[in-house]
């Protein structure tokens, strides 16, 4: 009889960019997330047995990021071995709050720990890349290394790959809204510029900075001030129906900061404590049902927590 | 008769933009500054008495940059009085270390002393900047700030002002070499590019988040490898003779960093500790002797202290 190893494992939705930190910060949100359930065998194969959650997500080995993450993962490492991949997504694709990421991330940090942890975090970071190409055609770290490390991660460097964790300043909160409408991420990423001037870039580095320095000195104020992008926001905000005014209601209601999450459509205010949060929550549906288009809604606190083994 | 009151401010030379911080970034040197003495008079008019150390600085109250910015100052106040001022140069016009700055801080400082305070440092940064714009064309606080705040300062924001102030780490020496040769910052603007690409720009905003991280966290490592700059430094260090030798000299003899200092000519290397600052120190005198320049050294921490009253 063979022995078989199993392991369930949650990653976190994450926001990307967060304004001015465009591909290079991002953060998960609390207890929202894809669990994955990863069941070794002697088969030399990769497969997904399972997904449930959301439709039109393929069950192919190859063409589905945590499989092919995973797949990577073996070929780096050269072991005979196969998995079996269950997936309860409660992320939905397209949303701009790292579905893929969540996805892939849970699977190599469940392979990873199944195996005796043989690759470090920058490099389930990589495999987990691996899984991001596939799905956008970009190998971003963006949403994977949130989703894999939790906390406010910032990619200084790709090559090689360098990334600082800082610790999410404690009162500070999200308050996410998805539009349930389809932004192809090609299409988010075709609408921005190949150059721009350099005095825009001084500008958004000039915010990089503070948002940082906001970051590591909870300084809130601050962190939502320097949350202003003079490059990217203004070209993807016009994919997403109705934003002016949802930025407007969340700033007058108290929120830090607004912004696009990702490549959208979801957009997200920071707010300073549970009360504000309510308050920006509160007035950030309202403006929102003027829209006719159908939205839920995500509230909590900057999540500490990445990958996180559920049960062995 | 006439009471006068008379007051002598330092203001230190400064570094600005360390690498990827360009524009944004400055930190002053220790013990190394202008000193000015100001004495308020009953006259209504500014005027600049002796400038010593350094010959070819306009004595002319209008084109002198710490007599112009006093006037600036005057001008937002409207008060009848007037101030003799006696500049003590110890820093080189146009050595890439602030010189302007340390004048014109030193000056508006002084003033605001004398006149009872009544400009924060915010405005005092604005009224130096006039003298700045007097200097080179441009407005810019990327020496002013660090010459009057002392630390490590970071513009987030022109408009409004905004400037964040870091206190440095505690091991963190700079060790810079300026070569006497004249590089106009004119002819150090007119070689950056108007337009740079996107990626480029991405880069650089992830390595100025690495280097605030790594300033907040002490991180010395990540300072120096954050302090790369894909944009400024490749266009910028062909003005500079015997660059690429003294920067590989400094990083061979153990220095985190090496760039230039604001337009340049001036090259400065960041150690962590006397003892490798001392080595590297050695290496960028060595290896400039081939130059056929002739140059000074500062080593010394980096400066807590901005401008400071030496004298009533």
Same mark, same amino acid.
């Given at each position: 009889?063979?022995?078989?190893?199993?392991?369930?494992?949650?990653?976190?939705?994450?926001?990307?960019?967060?304004?001015?930190?465009?591909?290079?910060?991002?953060?998960?949100?609390?207890?929202?997330?894809?669990?994955?359930?990863?069941?070794?065998?002697?088969?030399?194969?990769?497969?997904?047995?399972?997904?449930?959650?959301?439709?039109?997500?393929?069950?192919?080995?190859?063409?589905?990021?945590?499989?092919?993450?995973?797949?990577?993962?073996?070929?780096?490492?050269?072991?005979?071995?196969?998995?079996?991949?269950?997936?309860?997504?409660?992320?939905?694709?397209?949303?701009?709050?790292?579905?893929?990421?969540?996805?892939?991330?849970?699977?190599?940090?469940?392979?990873?720990?199944?195996?005796?942890?043989?690759?470090?975090?920058?490099?389930?970071?990589?495999?987990?890349?691996?899984?991001?190409?596939?799905?956008?055609?970009?190998?971003?770290?963006?949403?994977?290394?949130?989703?894999?490390?939790?906390?406010?991660?910032?990619?200084?460097?790709?090559?090689?790959?360098?990334?600082?964790?800082?610790?999410?300043?404690?009162?500070?909160?999200?308050?996410?809204?998805?539009?349930?409408?389809?932004?192809?991420?090609?299409?988010?990423?075709?609408?921005? &510029?190949?150059?721009?001037? +350099? *005095?825009? !870039?001084?500008?958004?580095? %000039?915010?990089?900075?503070?948002? /940082? $320095? @906001?970051?590591?000195?909870?300084?809130?104020?601050?962190?939502?001030?320097?949350?202003?992008?003079?490059?990217?926001?203004?070209?993807?905000?016009?994919?997403? &129906?109705?934003?002016?005014? +949802? *930025?407007? !209601?969340?700033?007058?209601? %108290?929120?830090?900061?607004?912004? /696009? $999450? @990702?490549?959208?459509?979801?957009?997200?205010?920071?707010?300073?404590?549970?009360?504000?949060?309510?308050?920006?929550?509160?007035?950030?549906?309202?403006?929102?049902?003027?829209?006719?288009?159908?939205?839920?809604?995500?509230?909590?606190?900057?999540?500490?927590?990445?990958?996180?083994?559920?049960?062995?």
């Amino acid at each position: 009889m063979n022995t078989t190893k199993s392991i369930q494992v949650f990653a976190p939705a994450t926001v990307s960019n967060m304004g001015s930190g465009f591909d290079i910060i991002g953060f998960p949100i609390e207890n929202v997330g894809d669990t994955v359930q990863v069941t070794q065998h002697e088969k030399q194969v990769v497969r997904i047995t399972n997904i449930s959650g959301y439709k039109d997500i393929p069950l192919e080995a190859s063409k589905n990021v945590a499989s092919y993450a995973v797949i990577k993962l073996l070929e780096k490492l050269g072991v005979n071995t196969g998995f079996d991949i269950a997936i309860e997504k409660a992320v939905k694709p397209g949303s701009g709050i790292g579905s893929s990421a969540s996805s892939s991330v849970a699977a190599v940090y469940a392979v990873n720990e199944l195996l005796g942890q043989p690759f470090t975090d920058n490099e389930l970071i990589e495999f987990a890349m691996e899984g991001e190409g596939l799905a956008s055609g970009g190998k971003h770290a963006d949403n994977v290394a949130p989703a894999l490390l939790g906390g406010i991660t910032v990619l200084r460097s790709y090559n090689p790959l360098d990334v600082i964790r800082i610790e999410p300043p404690e009162h500070l909160r999200i308050i996410l809204l998805h539009p349930q409408i389809e932004i192809k991420t090609k299409e988010a990423r075709d609408i921005l &510029p190949r150059q721009i001037p +350099l *005095k825009d !870039a001084i500008h958004q580095w %000039g915010n990089v900075a503070g948002l /940082i $320095s @906001g970051l590591y000195a909870s300084d809130y104020e601050m962190i939502g001030r320097s949350m202003e992008d003079v490059i990217i926001e203004p070209r993807r905000s016009s994919l997403i &129906p109705g934003y002016d005014q +949802l *930025k407007s !209601a969340a700033l007058e209601a %108290g929120a830090l900061g607004c912004t /696009i $999450s @990702g490549s959208g459509p979801s957009v997200f205010a920071l707010a300073k404590g549970k009360q504000v949060a309510l308050e920006v929550e509160k007035a950030m549906r309202e403006a929102y049902k003027a829209q006719e288009v159908p939205f839920n809604v995500y509230s909590s606190s900057i999540s500490s927590q990445g990958a996180t083994i559920i049960d062995i």
